[in-house]
């Protein structure tokens, strides 16, 4: 079966305004339109590093029993949460690179390495 939704548990968890501590969540796969409307914010244009925020928030339909996800919510994650975010749509949309069992040529030690993404780098 062909999942879009995947689940998440964040390393610290968003504190909400009341205190509330929100650490697990839902995360789907992202849009051709996920990735090109955010280029046209004020604020991604203005500062491209926020492009992020805008992303996660619209792909993120759950986080604990908040109602939405906004891009104020996104700004209120600690570095690590981020970072796992990050790390975990970059993986689930394709974009991260695998580990792959390669093999010396002149010892035939085998060790894994990551795989270049498709088309490069």
Same mark, same amino acid.
């Given at each position: /079966? ?14 909400? $305004?009341? &205190? ?6 839902? /995360? ?5 339109? +996920?990735?090109?409307? @955010? /280029? $046209? +914010? @004020?604020?991604?244009? !203005? ?16 986080? &604990? !029993?908040?109602?939405?996800?906004? @891009?104020?919510? %996104?700004? &209120?994650?600690?570095?690590? +949460? ?5 790390? /975990?749509? !970059?993986?689930? !949309? ?7 069992? %390669? $093999?010396? @040529? $002149? ?11 498709? &088309?490069?780098?």
């Amino acid at each position: /079966m062909f999942l879009t939704e995947h689940e998440f548990e964040l390393p610290y968890g968003y504190v909400d $305004k009341g &205190g509330t501590l929100h650490r697990t969540g839902m /995360m789907r796969l992202a849009t051709a339109a +996920d990735e090109i409307l @955010p /280029m $046209k +914010d @004020p604020r991604v244009q !203005n500062l491209p590093a926020y492009l992020i925020v805008i992303l996660l928030s619209r792909v993120i339909v759950r986080l &604990g !029993n908040l109602p939405q996800v906004n @891009p104020g919510i %996104v700004e &209120g994650l600690f570095s690590a +949460d981020l970072a796992f975010l990050q790390e /975990m749509y !970059n993986r689930i !949309n394709g974009l991260a690179r695998r580990p792959i069992e %390669v $093999k010396c @040529p $002149k010892c035939s030690e085998r060790f894994e390495t990551a795989a270049a993404h498709p &088309g490069g780098s």
